[in-house]
């Protein structure tokens, strides 16, 4: 049986004896995993944890400073990144779904390593790998954005020298959970949906520009904050917005509009390979379309994806 507390104890011990007096980098995403595994690294050698928190342009409304400040919140040593600009000059003019992986997977390595040059005597990389991870390294859909799944043989960027360390690898989702719970980091938090590291990209169907990526964070804001004051973002297990490539014609007051069409979807899974689309009250859609509507600029239509996986996949690309 898993008791959290034991963890948090023996792990602590383990790592202190690991890495002694050693100066670590980790890379935070905002997810669950890399931030329960910086906190309980923060637990065991504080200070010579170094975090690094890089706002690709692809998070949420929002996100970046808000998870930053929290994250200072939690006494963690952490330096935030804007790398916004860098991600969507590289992916301008790209619509294809692999190749936005592939670059935003290389610039985050770019961008990483160039950070971590900084540090001086780092000689440790830690990550949030879980089980699940280690058992199916390689993503169903090519190479997710994590450090992981890049390891080339050759060329390796200079933080790959590192050694690695991985507090959390042999953990389920729900262990990670209680884990950070034991650790007293905000439930919220704790709680948060999965989130693609392509970010926002790979729901912006076609090619991306930092317009599309303001309406689709406005969207998605109204969708997901809709989901929590109503009490239903718990029972979802994933949620979010997709802009899609299409125009469609409206009509506001007497003028006739041809601006874009959005796509809201809703899911229900245990690991996300395979989920079911979640019944949302007719009321509720009919609320966040309207506000959808009349508040994002540029959107004149919103439909509910009603398709399972499989044979449809959770994301859009
Ligand atoms: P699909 O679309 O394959 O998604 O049904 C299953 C889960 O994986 C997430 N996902 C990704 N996560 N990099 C990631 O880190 C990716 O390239 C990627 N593609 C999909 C997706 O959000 C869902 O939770």
Sequence with gaps: DFTPNAFVEETVADLQDKLKNDK?????SGGVDSTVAAVLLH?????????????????????FENVLAQYHGMGLNVKGVDAS????????GIDDPETKRKIIGRVFIDVFDDESKLLEDVTWLAQGTIYPDVIESISVKGPSATIKSHHNVGGLPDYMKLKIVEP???????EVRRVGATLGIDPELLGRHPFPGPGLSIRILGDITPEKVS??????AIFINGLKEHGLYDQVWQAGAILLPVNSVGVM???RTYEKVVALRAVQSTDGMTADWVHLPYDFLMEISNKIINRVKGVNRVVYDISSKPPATIEWE
């Design 24 to 28: 670590v980098v980790l890379g935070l």
């Design 43 to 63: 637990k065991a050698i504080g200070q010579n944890l170094y975090c690094i928190f890089v706002n690709n342009g692809l998070l949420r409304k929002n996100e």
């Design 85 to 92: 600009e860098r991600f969507l000059s590289e992916l301008a």
């Design 168 to 174: 959390l690898r042999m953990l389920f989702k729900d």
């Design 215 to 220: 309406i689709l964070q406005e969207v998605d």
């Design 253 to 255: 007051g007497d003028e």
